[in-house]
């Protein structure tokens, strides 16, 4: 069993272009504000309407995926993602567009189906690699978006034919799914309440999951806390940037979304925990950078790629992790860690929006520093339990909590030497 490289570059396209429907809005805040005459932060809070509806489809629709056909599945909600797509750009106000953005990341949750099913497909020595392909997919629908949005209603005079295109590529990118996704039976019985019900359970059962759901949660607030209220500062003095000069901007955190790959490749040789608390210490410098950013480029720039970096690369490690679990409930796994992490993203924009309208750039770093520092201190607490822990490796798993007959694969955190040694005895 694998994934070939045309399903996986499938995966990470998809991934990409619909998890982007729901960032098209940031750099186009200030243009929205004006067209719709709204104030800042009521337009701040269309990205935050956004994540909360994402949240809200990971918890009552992604966890289908594990008892219904996927492709069924996967184009219903492409056809609604399509028709909430061109509700907003036909939105005459901002109680409209709010509506259609909401329902958009609703819908867009389809993006997180595939991360698990790729992670399905893999074998365990290889999934953290195919995990961070389709998330580098996903990451640069993300930040590619903010490009595209301001190129596009640069050039073609205004905010509403990026949802216009959005709802093109959208038909385009359904019909392609539905011929080229494979079938794959799914494993989970019973009601749609008991489904809903083994999601909270699974939260409650496994300590790797609870640790990085903490973990995810707080790396997409300290994003969220940078990349949200950043179109306003520089659509404003002493940048002054246009809608296209604003998108570009998002290009910084292209290289990032690239190199964070690896770090899947880190977790599969055993060294998750060590780097988490490194990943977390790179995104905390990039936030120190940030708080010179208000009139200079250069430091806003490199503290977005480094903040990015750190971010994505926490995440890809977790999602390394948590789908060592068990294989049969990947999916309810997606919905327990991301409506945590979309949790931790709407936390972050929307005090990321009050605090900038109120005390304007400054506040910003520095309650992104606040994200980074729980995290750190949360990782912290993690490796002194560790090294306290019994030095066996299921003597470990067992002095953590963890669960052995719901992991398919190896334990977190030890080196591939450790772990050669320990299947030997």
């Not at 809005?25 to 509806?53: K, N």
């Not at 290289?255 to 490749?265: E, H, K, S, T």
């Not at 690369?313 to 294989?327: F, G, K, M, P």
């Amino acid at each position: 069993m694998g994934v070939s490289r045309g399903l996986l570059f499938l995966l990470a396209l998809a991934s990409g272009l619909t998890v982007a429907n729901t960032y098209y809005a940031q750099p186009l805040l200030d243009s929205i504000a004006r067209g719709l005459h709204a104030g800042t932060a009521e337009t701040g809070l269309l990205v935050t309407l956004g994540q909360l509806g994402y949240a809200a489809g990971l918890l009552l629709l992604v966890p289908l995926a594990d008892r219904l056909d996927r492709r069924r599945l996967v184009t219903l909600l492409m056809l609604s993602t399509v028709l909430a797509l061109v509700g907003a750009a036909a939105g005459v106000n901002i109680g409209m567009l709010a509506v259609a953005i909401t329902v958009v990341g609703v819908t867009s949750v389809v993006a997180q189906i595939f991360v698990p099913f790729a992670a399905t497909l893999a074998p365990p020595g290889d999934r953290g690699r195919v995990v961070g392909a389709v998330m580098t997919g996903l990451m640069l629908g993300v930040l590619l978006a903010r490009t595209l949005a301001g190129l596009v209603a640069d050039a073609a005079g205004g905010w509403r034919s990026v949802f216009w295109l959005s709802a093109v590529l959208a038909v385009g990118l359904t019909i392609l799914l539905h011929r080229k996704l494979p079938d794959r039976p799914s494993a989970a019985r019973g009601s749609y309440a008991s489904l809903l019900r083994s999601v909270g359970a699974l939260m409650l059962r496994e300590p790797v999951l609870q640790r990085r759901s903490a973990y995810g949660a707080l790396s997409f607030g300290l994003v969220s806390v940078f990349w949200t209220p950043v179109a306003f500062l520089l659509a404003r003095p002493p940048y002054g940037f246009g809608e296209a000069a604003i998108g570009l901007f998002g290009l910084v955190g292209v290289p990032a979304a690239l190199l964070a790959p690896r770090a899947g490749r880190l977790a599969d040789k055993g060294y998750s925990g060590t780097l988490t608390g490194a990943y977390f210490a790179v995104a905390l410098a990039g936030l120190a950078l940030a708080l010179v950013g208000s009139d200079h480029l250069a430091a806003l720039a490199g503290g977005a790629f480094l903040i990015t970096f750190g971010a994505q690369a926490v995440h890809v490690t977790n999602q390394s992790e948590i789908y060592r679990l068990d294989a049969a409930a990947h999916n309810r796994i997606t919905t327990g860690y991301m409506t945590a992490f979309f949790v931790g993203g709407m936390a972050g924009s929307a005090s990321a929006t009050a605090l900038y309208a109120t005390y304007g750039w400054p506040a910003v770093p520095v309650l992104g520093a606040a994200f980074a520092a729980a995290a750190l201190l949360l990782w912290l607490a993690e490796s002194l339990t560790r090294r306290g822990s019994p030095s066996n490796p299921m003597e470990r798993e067992e002095a953590t909590g963890g669960s052995h007959h719901a992991r398919d694969d190896r334990p977190e955190g030890l080196p591939d030497r450790v772990r050669h040694l320990a299947a030997r005895r």
